[in-house]
């Protein structure tokens, strides 16, 4: 079968000459430059949110900021939240870093002699291709040296240097993608290993398959009896990591792929030799791919040492056993409750729902006693079924 190429138009950011920014006499990134007629914004936050409604382009944003004299001349870091898409940032008129891609935690090097006392100019030039642009809130905006730390969200200055505009060409067209083809990935990153023993298997994988998570379950099975094939040993252990948290909280009872796949990672647990490291909570509203990989490595981590190595340890949370129904209420037991059952907090646990027989479900009250959950809302008398998160 022959595939087709489609081809969209290049953005101008590939092309900095195009920029008045660089191609201006005084460079917008000088110190000197005088941005009297630049707009104020504040950052972080996206400038589709902040008035500047479908702007995909170049937008150039300056800080300027005093420091005293104990952080003159020392080196530091410069913490930029998160940008989309991609930046080139400049201090004092000296460009001290890029990133390209939306998703990395922006953390650039401050080299000694670099910062002064009194005035300093900061200057990030964002290049945006879709979708809301600018700094990711609720991130860090901060310069950090080993004596202080400075915070530099609040009010900045912004000019547009650059506009894409839509070519006005039909943009469903599928563009080719070697590694989306199927087994490309596994030919080129997992095959080569094919000769080698190992332990086990750890996988983290699963936001790109949110969209049809009814399939997961399959997939995910499918797989690790691949794999075990392959390697010609049906008994290696295969650890994953289930969805973190991520987007905005939901108050009441809505549907959600995320939750549906987590619960399709759940089942993939009736495979034998499998383990799932819980990362709801490690999970940032903001961020599909959150800062926090430590806590999941100690969670693997312990998994892999019951599991690949047959340690005696607590591996697991608590994972749902069964459910029975008494009066008003829903009792919910779970497996892996040797350390009992609490909440980070101390409060009732959150995030149940029940419903009746036309599952239009509501927020559900809960508490603990001893290893169960008990559930309930006077406003049903007679439940039926129960949800979390």
Known sequence: MRQSLSVRPVPDAIFPEKDPGISSQVKWYDPLYNVGAWKKIMVPGYWEDLGHADLNGVVWFRKDFNLDEKMKGVSGRLFLGRIVDADEVYLNGVRIGSTSYQ??????????????????????????????????????????????????????????????????????????????????????????????????????????????????????????????????????????????????????????????????????????RTAMAVAIDLGEWNDIHPDNKKDVGDRMALVARHLAYGDTVTYSGPLFAQAQVRGSEIIIQFNHVAGGISTLDGEPPASFAIAGEDKKFIPAKARIQGNNVIVWNEKISNPVYVRYA
């Open 103 to 272: 998703y990395p935690q922006r953390r650039y090097r401050i080299p000694e002699g670099l910062l002064k006392q009194g005035s300093n100019t900061l200057v990030v030039r964002v290049s945006n291709f879709a979708g809301k642009g600018g700094f990711v809130p609720d991130k860090q905006y901060a310069i950090c040296t080993a004596s202080d730390t400075v915070d530099i969200s609040g009010e900045w200055r912004f000019r547009v240097a650059q506009i894409f505009y839509p070519s006005g060409k039909a943009q469903s067209a599928p563009v080719f993608s070697l590694q989306s083809q199927p087994a490309a990935l596994f030919n080129a990153m997992v095959s080569p290993l094919l000769p080698y023993p190992i332990k086990g298997f750890c996988w983290y994988q699963g936001e790109s398959n949110v969209a049809r998570p009814e399939i997961y379950q399959a997939y995910q099975q499918s797989l690790i009896r691949d794999w075990r094939k392959k390697w010609k040993n049906d008994t290696l252990p295969f650890i994953f990591v289930q969805l973190p948290g991520f987007q905005s909280y939901q108050y009441l009872p809505s549907q959600s792929n995320w939750a549906m796949l987590r619960e399709a990672q759940l089942k993939s647990l009736s495979t034998p």
